[in-house]
């Protein structure tokens, strides 16, 4: 699925009008109509008691006098707020006539803003993907207003002065704090940053028919990846494949007391579909290797505590390296080589990206289409401090296309960058997923699918990552957020990778 800028999104809206020969003020019904919808099944009736919409000058706030009457015709004690304005768009202006009488209908005035008492539910359809410039003077108020009376707000398109694509010129400037953002036909850039999650809550993208012919044109760096996306499923085991033919991975993991790290790592990898898996763990770790991971086979360190070798590489396909490493100069060096000799595909994680980024020059080696998993940490170890998330996304493109390299930025909606500057968001996951070692097994998980020979570079990643991520709701949905360990996301990865096959 596309992310499209705020301009390709108005863009959108008139293709979609000239490709399905119908008016603006049908689109926007449509659209409120979605937003009814969505109402009735989150809301009843009776329990809502009487919502308050906020309606802006725009087609933003025409949605909200749209969905205003569609509420009131279901029964809903409905009330609407409007923002005076000297001019109003056609489609508001139609649907302000079509409001029945029978609703309520106030202008909103400085030093009179309407109550709004704790737990209301208030719709915010002031300003949508049309905002302009920075919220200030009434509307600055009664944003301001609405977010100091704790009310549960469900923002129309987005939240009431938040950009859609972009940083927010003046931070000083108000934006609602919706629990609910109702966006249509494709996410917003906006919605999966950390910096946003605040304004943005929970958030859905409702269907409402939008021209697929233009979506498939637009040009954008920014996608989202769904479990449905057919271009990262996993193809189904042909009936006469065998061990050889699913890839042999050699894993390069652990330390004195990070051996956890080596062995979860290892059983991402197996159950990722991996046909054999040779582990280099230094000699501290290989009763616990053995015991708990019989499934692989074990290459032992000359040093007890840390890898300072690296083996022959003729018999691999795919080679990974980071998870429970440390830092000692021996285990840099062997990463050095790794990079000088390797001719497979590389996995990089962990302390090994913490040893690339104290050591910058190791950069000029990464072979191409190489994988590199940092969190927003091990990342601005590689690069630099990021000013916001707009701006680390601009440093996650130039590192993608300066070194042609796979980075896969962890976090919630975990970007995958590609070496031609396209990102990936992940749409799977979940909060419980910030406990130890859940890292480490996607390390292992990318591995395996680096290692299938039937896979490219980008395809094995993102696969790895939504099945990651599927692995993980599935195992929350047993073990709840706060109760799910890294070694519940091995358990879980047969079935999520299931889910993905076809
Ligand atoms: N097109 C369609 O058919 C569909 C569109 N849809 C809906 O349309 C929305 C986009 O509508 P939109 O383009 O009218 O923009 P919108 O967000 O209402 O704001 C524009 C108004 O705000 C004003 N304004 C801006 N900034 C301001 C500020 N800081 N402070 C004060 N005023 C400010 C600006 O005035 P101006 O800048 O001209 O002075 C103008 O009057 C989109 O988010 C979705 O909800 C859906 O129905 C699907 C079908
Ligand atoms: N809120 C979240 N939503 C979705 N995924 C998450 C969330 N928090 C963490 N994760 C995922 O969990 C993993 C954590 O990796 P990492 O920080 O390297 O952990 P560790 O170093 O402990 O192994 C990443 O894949 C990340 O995307
Ligand atoms: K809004």
Redesign the pocket.
């Known amino acids: 699925m596309k992310i499209l800028t705020a301009a390709q999104t108005h863009q959108l809206d008139q293709a979609t009008m000239q490709a399905q020969n119908i008016t603006s003020t049908e689109l926007m019904e449509r659209a409120a109509g979605a937003l009814a919808e969505w109402f009735y099944g989150e809301f009843h009736s009776n329990e809502a008691g009487e919502i308050l919409v906020l309606c802006g000058p725009g087609n933003n706030g025409g949605d909200g006098l749209a969905l205003a009457r569609l509420l009131h015709a279901a029964g809903y004690a409905v009330r609407v707020a409007l923002l005076p304005t000297e001019k109003q768009s056609a489609d508001w202006q139609h649907n302000r006539q079509h409001l029945p009488a029978a609703v309520p209908v106030a202008e909103l005035a400085a030093g009179a803003l309407p109550a709004i008492a704790p737990g209301a539910l208030v719709i915010d359809a002031l300003f949508g993907t049309g905002l302009a410039r920075p919220l200030a003077g009434l509307a600055a108020a009664v944003v301001a207003h609405l977010n100091q009376a704790r009310a549960h707000v469900v923002a129309v398109d987005l939240p009431s002065g938040l950009l859609a694509d972009g940083p927010q010129p003046d931070p000083g400037a108000p934006v609602v704090r919706a629990s609910y953002t109702l966006g249509f036909g494709l996410p917003k850039l906006a919605f999966l940053l950390p910096q946003n999650a605040d304004y943005v809550g929970e958030w859905h993208v409702l269907d409402i028919g939008l021209d697929q012919d233009f979506i498939d044109q637009a040009a954008t760096p920014w996608h989202f990846t769904q479990l449905a996306d057919a271009n990262v499923a996993l193809p189904r085991r042909g009936r006469f494949g065998y061990k050889n033919t699913f890839g042999h991975a050699l894993l390069l993991a652990g330390s004195r007391g990070k051996m956890g ?1 080596a062995v979860l790592s290892a059983g991402a990898c197996l159950r990722g579909g991996v046909g054999l898996l040779t582990a280099h763990i230094p000699g501290v770790g290989y009763d616990v290797f053995q015991t708990t991971r019989p499934e692989a086979m074990c290459l032992t360190d000359a040093q007890a505590d840390f890898v300072s070798e690296l083996p022959d590489l003729g018999p691999y396909q795919a080679v990974g390296i980071g ?1 429970g490493l440390g830092q000692a100069d021996a285990t840099r060096a062997v990463l050095e080589e790794l990079l000088r000799t390797a001719k497979v595909p590389l996995v990089i ?2 302390d090994a990206l913490n040893l690339l980024g104290a050591h910058r020059e190791l950069l000029e080696l990464l072979p191409e289409n190489t994988v590199l ?1 940092p ?1 927003i940490g ?1 990342f601005t170890r590689l690069t630099e401090k990021a000013h916001d998330d707009y701006h680390r996304l601009d440093l996650l493109r130039a590192f993608i296309q300066k070194h042609r390299c796979v980075v ?1 930025l ?5 970007a995958v960058g590609a070496p031609d500057g396209q990102v990936y968001f ?1 749409s ?15 390390t292992g998980l990318v591995l395996a699918l680096r290692a299938d020979q039937r896979l490219g570079p980008l395809h094995a990643t993102r696969l790895a ?1 939504l099945a ?2 599927h692995a ?1 709701d599935l195992a929350a949905a047993e073990t709840g957020e706060a109760g799910l360990i ?1 070694g519940d996301l091995v358990a879980h990865i047969g079935p999520a990778l299931q889910a993905l096959t076809v």
Do not use: W
């Open positions: 790290a998870p994680d962990a998993t969190h091990e896969v962890k976090g919630a909606y975990t992940n799977t996951g979940n909060p419980g997923m910030g406990t130890g070692g859940s890292g480490d097994v996607l990552v990651h991520g993980g890294a």
